[in-house]
C-alpha cells in the first residue's frame, strides 16, 4: 500500500511515469511477465486459466521511471456473473492505461479468433500498444529470422499491419527479453512525475495477497477435483509484532467440494496451510500463524452480493 507521499520535485522533467496494462486470454503469461518484471512474486501463477481475477498493480521503479504495471484477469467470452466481472475489469484497465502489452503465445500457430478480436480492438482503439509474443523458450528455434518468420508474425503485418518495432520476443519465465521490453515501454511512457513513493512496489494489500497465496496452493494440490471457483476471506488479521496471527476461510460452491479440500482427517487442508504459511513467512520475514476454515458458499460465481463480497465486482 502507499506509505507516503511522493515528492514530484525530486524528479527532473525527464522523468517518465504511467499504466501499462497487461492483456491477453487466459494462461498467456501475464502473471509470470509482471512477477520477473518487478523481481518478486506478487501475482500468483498456476496453469489454470483465470488464476488471476482482481486488478494487481506492480510498481517498477527505475531511475528515471516509474511503470505501474496492470495485470489482468484474461479476455475472454464471457459465462456467468463471475467471467463478466473479470472481463469488465480487464477492459477498465485497458482503457485507463498509457501502454498496453498484448501477450500471445508464441508457439500456437496461427492466430486465434479471440486474439484477433484483442488485436483489432487495439488497432482502432486510442491506447498505444506492444504485441508481446511470450514463451519462446517453447520454440525449437528462438533465432530472430526464425522468430520473424513465425505464421502468427506474418498475420500481424499483413492483417493488422503492424510494424515490427512493435512486437517483442520473450520468455517470461526465463527472462529472454524482458529488459528490451521494459526499456521500450519506458520510451513510449508520457513525461510525468512518478505515482507512487520509490520504495512501494505493489499497491495492494498484504491482506489481499496473503488471500491470492491460500487459493494459489489450492489450485496448486486439489488440480483438477476443484474448478477455479474458489474464493478465499480473511477472517482476522493481526500483526503481533513477532509474528502475524491470521485467520481465513476458503469458501466453494459444492459439499463435495469442501470435502476434497479438507481430505481425509483434514489432510489436504492441512498441506494447504503449510505450504501457504511458508509462503507468508517468506515474504514477511516473519513468523506466521495461519488458521483455515472451509465453507460452502453454494453457487456462490451467480449471486451478485456473494461477488460483491468476494471482491470480484464494484
Known amino acids: 500500500m502507499v506509505s507516503a507521499a511522493v515528492d514530484e520535485n525530486s524528479c527532473g522533467e525527464d522523468f517518465r511515469a504511467g499504466f501499462v496494462s497487461l492483456i491477453g486470454r487466459p494462461n498467456v503469461g501475464k502473471s509470470t511477465l509482471l512477477n520477473r518484471i518487478l523481481g518478486e512474486k506478487i501475482a500468483i501463477v498456476t496453469d489454470k486459466p483465470q488464476t488471476t481475477r482482481n486488478r494487481i498493480v506492480g510498481i517498477r521503479n527505475l531511475p528515471d521511471a516509474q511503470l505501474v504495471l496492470v495485470d489482468t484477469p484474461g479476455l475472454h467470452t464471457p459465462r456467468g456473473l463471475l467471467n463478466e466481472a473479470l472481463v469488465e475489469a480487464s477492459q477498465n484497465a485497458w482503457r485507463d492505461a498509457d501502454l498496453a502489452l498484448i501477450l500471445l503465445e508464441a508457439g500456437s500457430g496461427r492466430l486465434r479468433r479471440g486474439e484477433k478480436e484483442i488485436l483489432e480492438q487495439a488497432r482502432t482503439g486510442t491506447v498505444p500498444f506492444f504485441v508481446v509474443l511470450n514463451k519462446i523458450d517453447a520454440l525449437e528455434a528462438t533465432r530472430p529470422e526464425a522468430l520473424l ?90 500483526d503481533l509484532g513477532e509474528r502475524l496471527s491470521i485467520g481465513a476461510t476458503i469458501h466453494v460452491e459444492q459439499n463435495s467440494q469442501k470435502g476434497i479440500i479438507i481430505g481425509r482427517g483434514g489432510s489436504m487442508l492441512k498441506r494447504i496451510g503449510t505450504r501457504a504459511r511458508r509462503a507468508i513467512e517468506a515474504f514477511v520475514g516473519i513468523p506466521v500463524y495461519l488458521e483455515l476454515h472451509v465453507s460452502v458458499a453454494r453457487n456462490w460465481t451467480k449471486k451478485p452480493g456473494l461477488l460483491k463480497r468476494f471482491g470480484y465486482q464494484g
Open 149 to 238: 518468420g513465425l505464421p502468427m508474425v506474418r498475420e500481424l503485418s499483413e492483417d493488422f499491419a503492424l510494424d515490427e518495432s512493435l512486437v517483442f520476443f520473450l520468455s517470461a519465465l526465463k527472462g529472454t527479453g524482458v529488459d528490451d521490453l521494459v526499456a521500450a515501454a519506458v520510451a513510449r511512457l508520457p513525461r510525468h512525475p512518478p505515482y507512487f513513493p520509490d520504495d512501494v512496489q505493489t499497491e495492494i494489500s498484504e491482506r489481499f495477497w496473503v488471500q491470492e497465496v491460500i487459493r494459489e496452493q489450492v489450485f496448486e494440490l486439489c488440480r483438477e477435483e476443484i474448478p477455479y471457483a474458489v474464493a478465499v476471506e480473511i477472517d482476522y488479521y493481526r
